[in-house]
């Protein structure tokens, strides 16, 4: 079982940085496929970026050119930068693992999620 734990949300103005970080105690992390995904309140989750085990990454189109993925196997950690935030990027951020080497663009193809952390980005 993998627990993913997110930390790093908070409260940013336009134009802004955050770094998102989630740990996940599992002597496999290498493995695993993993993404970041957003829910906004009364919208569904929707995917922001994906790495894979061999750190191949993709990232949504909205957020492309602004956010990093990545992931240290060393440390168990993957990290999303977050710069030039903009007001529509407010949302709760969920860490996302998948029991595979693929990452995916849907959230039901992943299999441990984390608690969420809250993204405030104001104008």
């Known amino acids: 079982q993998v627990q993913p734990v997110e930390s790093g949300g908070g409260l940013v103005q336009a134009g802004g940085s955050l770094r998102l970080s989630c740990a996940a105690s599992?002597?496999?992390?290498?493995?695993?496929?993993m993404g970041w995904f957003r829910q906004a309140p009364g919208k569904e989750r929707e995917f922001v970026a994906r790495?894979?085990?061999?750190?191949?990454?993709d990232y949504a189109d909205s957020v492309k050119g602004r956010f990093t993925i990545s992931r240290d196997n060393a440390k168990n950690t993957l990290t999303l930068q977050m710069n030039s935030l903009k007001p529509e990027d407010t949302a709760v951020y969920y860490c996302?693992?998948?029991?595979?080497?693929?990452?995916?663009?849907?959230?039901?193809?992943?299999?441990?999620w984390g608690q969420g952390t809250q993204v405030t980005v104001s104008s």
């Open positions: 599992t002597r496999t992390f290498s493995r695993y496929g």
């Open positions: 996302a693992v998948r029991s595979a080497c693929g990452s995916r663009l849907t959230p039901n193809e992943y299999d441990f």
């Open positions: 790495i894979d085990c061999f750190s191949s990454t």
